[in-house]
């Protein structure tokens, strides 16, 4: 077995690791970054792609921005389709100039490692078997296994930064974390297609069918969603069964200009809410997905792992510059209040906006009645507006 030592070491590659890696290393502090996967494999996944301004800023302290300030849009709205009925949300009107960036999570999450490459930041894929150990005490380290070795890192700290299906979370002793989850009856199944986005804005659609989404990655790549049951599989969907159910569940101007074409990429993802408290566990910390997942119809799912970040950020500069650990003890609490606000809104929107088969008709009355009291009130589109751009951090 081989030792090694660092300051923090972070289980995890996705954009919370490296965020997190990036941040530190700038402030002088040392990480290593264990990612399970290969580069390739971490950047052929397909996620969202709107970014808060809370995010992008976040991506220029980490000098990783100027890709996404050159390339990613600046929108200042979208729309809701209330069955056929386009209603514009204007964001930058109604919460005082503020919008959001679109720009992928993949292309973002490339600009993190040529960041971390040029820096030297140490990054070792293909990592095996990694395990936190000892996270109760001040020593605490991480094994893994590499090409057949063993090998031992020992650190101040360990962040769990490895997403929903990860080590870290599963590491901690099951009297010591409460999980609370929501499953919800559908999925998206998603597509991406080499056309014309539908609109310049996305859409969000209800419709009788069920809901879709027109998202877009740039003026040649369109992402496209639409509710499907859980039972059903990829392959029950060719693209042109997709196109005609998602003509279907848009406004008819909208489908009538709507450009089809072949699917890159086409997948179906469940929807699923949770938590888990306390994110932390002795020296370990959790961060992202490794810590909760949202239904993505409030696009809040990488902007809350961005939040974490933050806060795990001030905490360890604190922690390191000044002795001072307030920001470590409080890091629990205050992510997980911002966590769950973006749950309470993650949630809000999906119960808004899908079809859901098992509800009484009471229940899918006031559903509709929400959405049209949330459409015609200016107070209550500011509050969605609020929600949408992102709550302060
Ligand atoms: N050891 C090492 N790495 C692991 C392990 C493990 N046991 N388990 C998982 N990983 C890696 C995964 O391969 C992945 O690259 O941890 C990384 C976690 O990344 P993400 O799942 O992307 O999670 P996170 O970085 O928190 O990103 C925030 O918010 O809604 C989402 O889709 C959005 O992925 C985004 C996420
Ligand atoms: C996406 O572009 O993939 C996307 C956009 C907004 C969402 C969810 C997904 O709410």
Known sequence: MTTSKTQVAIIGGGPSGLMLSQLLHLKGIETVVLERQTRDYVLGRIRAGVLEHGFVELMREARCGERMDREGEIHEGFSISDRGTMHRIDLEGLTGGQTVMVYGQTELTRDLYDAREKMGGIVI???????????????????????????????????????????????IPADQIREYEKVYPFGWLGILSETKPAHDELIYARSDRGFALCSLRSQVLSRYYVQVPLTDTVENWSDDRFWDELKARLPEDVAARLETGPSIEKSIAPLRSFVAEPMRYGNMFLAGDAAHIVPPTGAKGLNSAASDIYYLYHAMLSHYENGDDSGLDAYSDTALRRVWKAQRFSWWMTSMLHVFPDHPEFDQKLQSIELDYFLSSEAARTSLAENYVGLPF
């Open 125 to 171: 894929h293909e990592a095996e078997d990694v395990q936190p150990h000892d996270m109760t005490t001040d020593a605490p380290y991480v094994t893994y296994t590499k090409a057949g070795e063993t090998h031992r890192i020992d650190c101040d700290f360990i962040i769990g930064a490895d997403g929903f299906h990860g080590v870290s979370r599963k590491s």
